[in-house]
């Protein structure tokens, strides 16, 4: 009786060789790879001649509508195509000829995309003296990104294509399709120019063109801000574009993009430096998507107005109120001291401000309050309150902030000029779209913007010097008064304390304790200096000089440096790293993310990468994990396969104790991460004591 060895040989065998022969068969279709999110073929117009020039095409097929491909140039996030070619000797292959992409914007991220079926050209050239083969066999290896709105999976294709050597033949119609969808180059030279904040291009464009709404996609990479508004403008045949830069601070050699036409059609361009004209018309207004003017500036003055209940605001305004009423100056004087209070803070706003716009148009990345990242200017704030509470509790008399001496126009100035300073810390409603768009707006009316704040700020003292009903109102003097400035001292003191953890944030313990030391330092001898001991005030003031220069020292060895692009104190994900964070018994949060992946990046801002997240892990113990996918790395590839999803975001969450993690939704809420953090802060506490045993690799996967 035949074994069952040899009786299954028996039966594979003729499998076997059908299997090969289907192999065989389907090695002699045209090279595309199935399967895929996206499937691409290969395909070749016709021969080529030696000396001569053919055109290959990379068709892509998304499997459905809700997947896209990407541009040469894929905007905020993304991936563009990636060849690795095969050649045969005396065959090259240029650069691809890509079709008029289309703009994706989620949440603030715009791409360059592809929707559908398209196809991407390549030119392959063939020496004159080539004596190879009578077909030409072509390889490569293609990486490209498939996406949806909600995920991101990197894709590879091993293709090959057979190309006879001989005289070209006439294009068919699918050649004649795709070079139709691609955007032909202008035959003139466009021209373009960098002022501080703008990429303006001069496009060749006949004036009997009607442009429509067009867009430009610029495709040099981290040139321009992609999301926001484009301007255009009409000068005869010149189409003048105007782009937001991405303030890189480098100019190129030549600019190279496409402008897309309202109709459509695109026209692909090559830009040289030049000057641009002015434009006769406007066709869009880069602020077409803001507010009107009197809305943002409705926004500053109330947000200024109500910076004045901030703890950092509200005692210097409660006091100089109270040194108004005690004082009992006349109408004149009033007027007087509320103008030059308004004067001080719209001043100090001003200059603020036009500081901020003049380092982002010299290519530094700042915002409102960008003083507060310069670790000097964070102790001179602490130092500040720290003067300004001991003011309070009566330890001493600032100038300007004295209820006994009352108060002269120059006092007041020097009041607003602080009030604006030591208001920076704080940010109030109503604020963020005024200022957000001062970013935006010429630099004439974003200082009127900042001017409009300040005013909102001083606001409440101006009307008490002008209108004398609110001065009535104002309690009688007595002593009550030294009562209700001590009281004043806690908002104050409450303030110096959040910019000692500021510090500590910034610098670490040892520059935390420098910043302090000086605060003391100052208002030690802010409080030395009502005496006459000449040699003590002497040798405090050497003493802080010191201490203050060791702080500055100090500010440049910041142990945070390292951790400042993330608001989580996260652990690169490996999965050692796993084992020891879940042998802790604390809960593990687990995310896999990547630079090309837009809803990676939307997740982090909206819901991981926020001071509520990092507050609320911090509470619970939470230790968090990052897997950057960026590039190929082979153990994250293959714990994500194990989990059963093919590309990034993944979101993970390991509960203390509990084998298997919760696969968290690939969009999150603003709010997601906080409510598991608090939920699992009562677990954790209530589990016994003990470390909890990691779970063996193969249970992983």
């Known amino acids: 009786m035949p074994s069952a060895r040899s009786t299954f040989s028996r039966i594979a065998a003729p499998m076997f060789a059908l299997l090969a022969l289907l192999l065989a068969a389907l090695a002699a279709v045209p090279a ?399 604020m963020a779209a005024a200022l957000g768009a001062a970013l935006l707006l010429p630099a004439e009316t974003a200082l009127l913007l900042f001017a409009v704040l300040g005013l909102g700020l001083a606001l409440p003292f101006l009307l008490l010097g002008f209108i004398p009903a609110f001065r009535r109102l104002l309690p009688k003097p007595g002593a009550w008064m030294e009562t209700f400035r001590k009281v004043l001292a806690v908002p104050m003191g409450l303030t110096a304390l959040a910019l000692v953890w500021l510090v500590w944030r910034i610098g670490g313990v040892g520059f935390a304790l420098s910043a302090m030391s000086i605060a003391f330092i100052a208002t030690l001898a802010a409080v030395l200096f009502r005496g006459r001991n000449q040699r003590l005030r002497g040798a405090v003031t050497a003493l802080g000089a010191v201490l203050m220069a060791v702080g500055v020292l100090a500010s440049f060895e910041s142990p945070t440096r390292a951790q400042a692009e993330t608001v989580l104190a996260s652990k690169p994900f490996t999965l050692a790293a796993l084992d020891e964070a879940r042998a802790s018994g604390a809960p593990v949060f687990v995310y896999f993310t990547a630079d090309w992946c837009v809803s990676c990046k939307v997740n982090e801002r909206v819901a991981i990468e926020r001071e509520a997240t990092r507050e609320a892990f911090e509470q619970a113990g939470v230790t968090t994990l990052r897997g950057d996918w960026t590039l190929r790395q082979p153990e994250i590839t293959e714990f994500l396969n194990a989990q059963g999803v093919a590309g990034v975001p993944l979101y993970l969450w390991y509960d203390p104790g509990v084998a298997e993690p919760r696969q968290l939704q690939q969009l999150l809420g603003p709010d997601s991460l906080v409510t598991l953090a608090r939920e699992a802060g009562p677990r954790a506490a209530r589990r016994p004591e003990g470390r909890v045993r990691p779970l063996p690799r193969q249970a992983q996967r």
């Open 32 to 430: 595309a790879a199935q399967g895929q999110n996206i499937r691409v073929a290969l395909v070749a117009e016709g021969p080529v001649a030696p000396g001569g020039e053919t055109t290959l095409a990379f068709k892509f097929a998304p499997v459905s509508e809700e997947w896209h491909g990407y541009w040469a140039n894929p905007g905020d996030a993304g991936l563009p195509m990636q060849l690795e070619w095969d050649l045969p000797e005396g065959v090259s292959v240029g650069e691809p000829l890509y079709p008029t992409p289309k703009r994706l914007v989620i949440d603030g991220l715009m791409n360059h995309i592809f929707e559908g079926d398209y196809a991407v050209l390549l030119p392959l050239r063939l020496t004159e003296d080539y004596a190879g083969p009578d077909v030409l066999q072509v390889s490569v290896e293609a990486f490209y990104l498939a996406c949806t709105d909600q995920i991101c999976v990197p894709e590879d294709a091993q293709l090959q294509v057979s190309i006879p050597v001989g005289e070209s033949t006439a294009s068919g119609t699918e050649f004649a399709a795709f070079r139709s969808a691609l955007a032909p180059l202008i035959d003139s030279t466009a021209r373009f120019e960098q002022t501080a904040s703008l990429l303006r291009l001069a496009i060749p464009l006949p004036a009997a063109v009607d442009p429509g709404e067009p867009h430009v996609f610029i495709a040099n990479r981290d040139l321009v801000n992609y999301v926001q508004a484009q301007g255009f403008r009409r000068n005869g045949d010149w189409l003048i574009a105007e782009i937001p830069l991405a303030r890189t601070g480098e100019q190129p050699e030549t600019v190279e993009g496409i402008v897309r036409l309202g109709s459509g059609q695109g026209l692909r361009f090559v830009a040289e430096a030049g000057e641009v004209p002015s434009g006769d018309r406007v066709l869009m207004a880069r602020d077409a998507e803001l507010p009107s003017l009197w809305l943002l500036l409705g926004g500053a003055l109330l947000g200024g107005l109500i910076l004045n209940i901030m703890p950092c605001v509200f005692p210097i305004l409660s006091l100089k109120a109270l040194s108004l009423a005690k004082a009992g100056a006349g109408a004149q004087e009033a007027r007087m001291e509320g103008l030059a209070y308004t004067a001080g803070v719209i001043l100090a706003c001003v200059a603020l401000g036009g500081a901020m716009l003049a380092l982002r148009a010299a290519g530094e990345q700042v915002g409102w309050a960008f003083q507060l990242q310069e670790p000097g200017v964070v102790v001179a704030l602490l130092v500040l309150a720290s003067l300004i509470t001991a003011n309070l509790l009566g330890f001493f008399e600032l100038p300007g902030l004295s209820i006994s001496e009352g108060s002269t126009p120059r006092g007041a100035f020097s009041t607003g000029l602080l009030a604006a300073f030591v208001a920076t810390p704080c940010t109030g409603p109503f």
